[in-house]
Structure formats: C-alpha cells, structure tokens
C-alpha cells in the first residue's frame, strides 16, 4: 500500500514538473524567437507549427492505441503474450511513420513552395519543414519504446524525456542565436530545423538504448507480428 502510495506521489510530483518546466521554456522560447528570427521568421514558424503538430495527433492515436496492450501483457509476467504485443505495436508504429512520411512529403514540396513568402525564404523552409518530418517519423516509429516508460511505471525517466525534448528547440535557438546571429534569416530557420531535430533524435535514441539495455524483451522483432495481435490492438 505504501508502495503504491509512493508511485502515485511520484507520477504526480513529476508530472507537474513537467507541465511546470515545459510552460516555462514556452514563456523564454517565443520572445527569443521574435528577437532572434524577427516578426517574419517568428510567423512562419508559428505557421508550419501547428501543421508540423499534425503528427504528434498520429503520434497520440498510436500511442493510445498501444499503451493497454503492453501494460496489460508487461503485468501479466508472460514473456510470451509481452514480445507478440511489442512486435504488433513496433508493426503498427512503423505503417504510421511511413503514413507521417508521405504527408510531410506533401508538404514539403508541394504546399510550402505555394505559401506566399521571399524567394529566398522557400528553400530553408523546406529544410525546417523536411527536418521536422525525419524527426516527427522517428518520434512515431518509435513509440512502442517511448510508452515502455509509462507503462514500467518509470515517471521521472518519462517526464524527463518530454521535458528534455521540449528544451533541445529552446537550446537549439540559443546556441544559433549566439553562433549565426540575426542578420540572415533564412539561414537560421534551415539551420534551426536541423539542428533542433536532431537534438530530438539523439535524445530520443538515448531513452530507446537505455530501455533497451534495461528490458531486452524491448527490442523490437516486427516481421514477427502475428495478425490476431495486431487485431487486439
């Protein structure tokens, strides 16, 4: 009892850690990005964001898709029925990755070169917006992994990945501010698409090798997925 007591606390403290930190980087984030990329630079931003944001409702649909089936085989101590629902989700993470991979490619070359903005501004546009598709398909492929925190009841380690993520755009915009400066625009949004996304893929392949090493079961074998599983889920 105490146990479970204790667990809760911890979900809740780190929970509201998290909703604390990442209103906080938000609040600093957006007048650095006025100051840095200036009123033009800011609103395109601020126009792709919400597309790019499309995937993370995918991202959310798997994710809720998944998450009961591998508590419910993770609790049940069958080693069996936990791998057959791993690979279902890692089959059904992989299909949603390529489907967030064909819409950011429709994007990227079909509807950012029909926005009306500079010439000058199309191509690093397509850069930020191409960047955030790699990092949005790896974010959705490997989700089975990712939820693997929640459901093992690891809350810190799962907070802090979502915090971690939030704040690699923060660093990212700091770090080039101080590199770039402010007088090329266009620069700084394609060199921002890179080096934020990438800061999110090598933070995320961490959490993924870390629960990898902890839980070997983890790792994924995909074309193992049998069809009455995937249909459970």
């Not at 070169?113 to 690093?124: D, E, H």
Request: charged share 15%.
């Amino acid at each position: 009892m105490a146990s479970e007591a204790k667990r809760g606390a911890v979900r809740l403290a780190t929970n509201y850690g998290r909703l604390m930190s990442t209103l906080l980087i938000g609040l600093l984030e957006v007048p650095l990005q006025i100051y840095w990329l200036g009123k033009d630079g800011f609103a395109l931003i601020g126009l792709l964001g919400p597309t790019i944001g499309l995937t993370a409702i995918l991202q959310d649909m798997v994710t809720r898709s998944m998450v009961r089936e591998l508590g419910v085989a993770y609790h049940s101590g069958d080693d069996a029925k936990f791998r057959a629902v791993t690979n279902a989700c890692w089959a059904i993470s992989i299909v949603a990755a390529i489907i967030s991979a064909g819409l950011f490619a429709i994007l990227t070359f079909l509807v950012v070169p029909n926005l009306t903005m500079p010439p000058s501004f199309v191509a690093p546009t397509q850069w930020y917006t191409a960047t955030g598709g790699v990092m949005s398909c790896m974010l959705i492929l490997f989700t089975p992994t990712a939820n693997m925190y929640l459901v093992a009841e690891r809350f810190a380690l799962q907070n802090t990945w979502i915090v971690g993520r939030r704040l690699c755009f923060f660093v990212s915009a700091v770090v080039l501010l101080l590199v770039m400066g402010r007088n090329d625009v266009p620069a700084s949004i394609r060199m921002y698409g890179i080096v934020s996304s990438l800061a999110v893929i090598g933070l995320l392949l961490l959490s993924v090798v870390m629960m990898w090493s902890s839980d070997r079961r983890t790792i994924p074998k995909p074309w193992k997925a049998d069809r009455e599983t995937l249909r459970e889920i």
